[in-house]
């Protein structure tokens, strides 16, 4: 009897809680942050958050700097373009501005200041056009390394030939790929970070 009339009674809500509604899940909001919280210093990095955010002018002259380190490292090509046709077809438009680019002896000392001084220096150039012009001229000082190792270490036949045909065409393909992946980024509006040569380039670009 006494669980039974324990049953039939109404359990009746506190005053204070009546108005409430009941909810199987509290959703608490996040606190927001405190005015005392530390602030990381920006950074100042050459970047590009999207396509739009780069002008036309400055996607061109980005792009067209890369040719300088291929055009004065193309002789280090020789063994892949003649072996390969595919690369004789790439590079075949770009004959006439090599022999150009390679008719004078000095032709390439010109072009490094001329970059250097005139773009990499110039604050009238946006930060993408300096960034991109200091990596083309970092990847071409890093041409002076093959150079020199060829004049130092050149074989005529046997498995000393076979090394050097080898360097030759890795430094070659590195220059192209280089090339391609600078220029064609540049023309999308995007920021190529080439491998080695970034991070000398962000120290230069002020």
């Known amino acids: ?100 680019f390679k008719s004078f002896p000095l032709n390439g000392l010109l072009v490094f200041f001329t970059l250097y001084f005139i773009v990499v220096r110039n604050p009238n150039f946006s930060r993408y056009v300096r960034f991109n012009t200091m990596q083309a001229i970092v990847l071409d000082v890093l041409l002076i390394f093959p150079d020199l190792l060829e004049r130092s270490f050149n074989p005529r036949d046997g498995f000393g030939l076979d090394l050097m045909m080898s360097f030759d065409s890795t430094v070659f393909l590195f220059i192209f790929v280089c090339l391609v992946y600078g220029s064609s980024s540049c023309l999308l509006g995007q920021l190529p970070r080439l491998p080695i040569v970034a991070e000398a380039a962000d120290r230069q670009v002020l």
């Open 1 to 100: 009897m006494a669980s039974t009339n324990l049953l039939s009674t109404t359990i009746t809500p506190l005053p204070f809680t009546s108005h409430l509604k009941y909810s199987p899940f509290v959703l608490l909001k996040p606190a927001g942050k405190l005015r005392g919280d530390p602030k990381r210093p920006p950074t100042i990095r050459a970047q590009s958050k999207n396509d739009d955010s780069v002008d036309g002018p400055d996607r061109l002259i980005s792009a067209i700097t890369y040719f300088y380190p291929f055009f004065d490292g193309i002789q280090y090509g020789k063994y892949v373009i003649t072996q390969y046709a595919p690369f004789q077809i790439l590079i075949q438009p770009l004959v006439p501005a090599i022999r150009v």
